[in-house]
């Protein structure tokens, strides 16, 4: 299922009918190949689209292609083949004038911030007001509702400085909001914010969604990120996307390698036993087993039937409840011996019960 597919299945009529705001197709981006120099494909063929006023995120560790794609979405760079089209106007075919005024509707929030230090909150918000020409009666009109609209209303004459990590992010954001553009991309713009800070800037990004209808395409490398603000997801390994659809469905029921090693970083397991978790079995190991618990499994006592029908040998190491896109949902970590013919009561048990499960690995 593409990224489009499954974004257009969950919205409202009028956005599941309406043109994409941001579609990819066919697209190939390599690097180098001139003068001698190796050539490097950062894409191989990327497919998927993004509905308007959706909040979608592209997952990937580092090196997998995230910058390179969001970087094509605003013309920063080129695809060497296929089309990127956002708001329906295909960027690659756009002129100079073109790209400048794409980028008017296209916001950008950055992991570092990219404030001037020389220059105040309120007017950093009013730097790309100021390169397009806007008077400055219009500046002042627009800029301190902006910074109110994030929260920073009492900062306007601060210095980044004199700002914490989460305010400069605010200002980023009231910045990228400055030329009412459509969509906004955010890059990796809270990996450099503690938890705490790091919500509370994704409930910002998730009230400007709903209040002013924006569409976010955001990419991280971090799970938690994209289950707490993301409707959909896209997962990126090597250049192309490997997995896409409703971030619950991904994240309860993962299918590629890659999205279940993202996943697992996200469990809160003691890092011992992260550490020591292997792909095969060894002889005495035991299996270490992620339970999901959603819709017809959310109510029945299945973790005391699952100890009934192994005996104490299960152990429970991790488990949480919480909500992944807005739905509720559990998952348990549990330990049981790797033995054959364990493994395959388990298995018994969860096709009986209808119990997702994933194995994530053996422990000794």
Not at 284 to 308: I, N, Q
Request: hydrophobic fraction near 45%.
């Amino acid at each position: 299922m593409t990224l489009v597919t499954a974004v257009a299945d969950a919205a409202s009529p009028d956005v599941a009918n309406a043109a994409p705001m941001v579609s990819f197709e066919k697209v190939v981006k390599r690097f180098g190949g001139a003068s001698g120099q190796p050539e490097f494909t950062a894409l191989d063929g990327i497919d998927f689209s993004v509905a308007r006023g959706s909040i979608a995120g592209i997952i990937g560790r580092s090196g997998a292609g995230k910058s390179t794609l969001i970087r094509l979405v605003n013309g920063l760079e080129k695809a060497t083949s296929g089309t990127v089209v956002v708001d329906g106007v295909e960027v690659g075919g756009l002129s100079e004038d073109g790209l400048r005024s794409l980028r008017r509707q296209v916001g950008m929030i950055f992991q570092h911030f990219n404030l001037l230090s020389s220059r105040t909150a309120i007017d950093n918000v009013a730097l790309p007001l100021e390169i397009a020409g806007v008077d400055k009666a219009a500046i002042k009109a627009k800029v301190g509702p902006l910074l109110d609209l994030v929260g920073l209303g009492d900062k306007a004459r601060r210095y980044p400085s004199e700002l914490s990590g989460g305010q400069k992010q605010r200002v980023g954001i009231a910045r990228a909001l400055a030329t009412d553009p459509k969509l906004l991309l955010s890059d990796e713009a809270t990996s450099a914010l503690d938890p705490e800070t790091t919500h509370s800037i994704l409930d910002l990004l998730k009230r400007i969604n709903a209040e002013l209808g924006l569409t976010v395409l955001l990419i991280t490398h971090e799970m938690e990120v994209v289950k707490t603000v993301a409707s959909h997801v896209a997962v990126i390994d090597a250049g192309r996307i490997v997995e896409a659809g409703r971030t619950f469905e991904v994240y309860a029921d993962p299918r590629h390698e890659t999205t279940r090693t993202l996943l697992a970083s996200s469990l809160n397991l003691p890092e011992w036993l992260r550490n020591g978790i292997k792909r095969q079995p060894s002889a005495g190991d035991r299996a270490l087993v992620r339970l999901v618990f959603f819709g017809d499994t959310a109510f029945k006592p299945l973790t005391g039937r699952l100890v009934a029908e192994l005996g104490a040998d299960v152990n429970i190491l991790a488990g949480a409840i919480e909500e992944i896109a807005g739905e509720p949902f559990g998952s348990l970590v549990v330990s049981y011996s790797a033995d054959p013919a364990v493994m395959a009561r388990a298995q018994q048990f969860y096709a009986e019960t209808g119990l997702k499960t994933e194995v994530l690995g053996y422990v000794a």
